[in-house]
């Protein structure tokens, strides 16, 4: 697949996607060095997709409310991604789309999501935001994938426990999809390592092969993700080479926003 599209700068050029027709998009995005492209992308660009075929996405109509993701093979951070995307219904209160994404030698990621038109109802929430402080006192860790990312530091901390900060640096426009995208994209920065750190060699990660298998996410409440959130994430265990973080993620006024599963594939290097 050779084409020339714009420049990636930012998060929000990331999620300007190129129509090809009117149900495929093409996505480029950042060379990190990694070779393999980061998970985040595949599954924002994905969302994205998704949600361009939504009729009135906006602040009015249909609003993503969950989405599962699979990671089916890893991608070329240097080519662009074609996401296609199906149509599987559209009603008046849910609409769902399934996505797939492809590059050269076939597809890399399977996402179904599901968009909800905004209710009026009761609003209860149950669980309580974390002691994690305020962002500014928290450690800042190096990211060159248009995010800031910060580690809250406790004693004693749990083996398979981690608290983080995160947010996009520049402003983003009003849009509840673009929003959404880019919490996407944010998603999948911490999972996978919680999820493996219970492995007898969790942390080494030089002595192991990882890769994410899948990825969820349920937006409970509106967020914003050029304002900080605070993921806190436990991993459950390693069993057939596989394990889970599950994470809650609130805003800075402690509203639980929405939640994280991610499993992740992990094996000895020989």
């Known amino acids: 697949m050779s084409v020339l599209l714009h420049p990636v700068t930012d998060l929000a050029s990331l999620l300007d996607l190129e129509r090809v027709k009117p149900d495929a998009f093409l996505g480029s995005g950042p060379s990190l060095g990694y070779g393999r492209i980061y998970g985040g992308q595949v599954v924002a660009q994905a969302l994205r ?29 240097r080519k662009p991604v074609l996401y296609e995307v199906e149509r599987v219904r559209d009603g008046r209160s849910f609409s769902t789309r399934q996505v797939v994404a492809y590059q ?18 009761d609003d209860v929430q149950s669980v309580r935001a974390p002691d994690a402080g305020a962002p500014d006192d928290a450690t800042a860790n190096p990211s060159e994938a248009f995010f800031e990312h910060r580690s ?3 004693e ?45 060699l969790g942390g080494q990660w030089e002595n192991l092969m990882t890769a994410s298998l899948d990825h969820a996410i349920w937006f409970h409440r509106p967020l914003r993700a050029d304002d900080w959130l605070c993921f806190e994430l436990d991993g459950f265990g ?5 394990g889970l973080a599950l994470a809650r993620v609130f805003d800075r006024a402690g509203t639980h926003v929405a939640s994280i599963a991610q499993e992740g594939l992990v094996r000895r290097r020989h």
Do not use: K, Q
């Open 152 to 154: 809250v530091r406790r």
């Open 49 to 77: 997709a998704a949600g361009n075929t939504v009729e009135g996405s906006g602040d009015a109509g249909h609003r993503p409310h969950s989405m599962h993701a699979y990671f089916v093979r890893a991608g070329d951070e």
């Open 238 to 242: 390693v069993a057939d080479a596989r």
């Open 104 to 121: 050269e030698g076939g597809a890399i990621l399977n996402l179904i999501a599901s968009f909800h038109a905004p209710e009026v109802g």
């Open 156 to 200: 004693r901390e749990p083996r398979a426990h981690s608290i983080t900060w995160m947010r996009v640096p520049e402003p983003l426009p009003d849009d509840p999809l673009l929003h959404a995208c880019a919490f996407a994209y944010l998603s999948d920065e911490d999972p996978l390592g919680v999820a493996l750190l219970p492995h007898p």
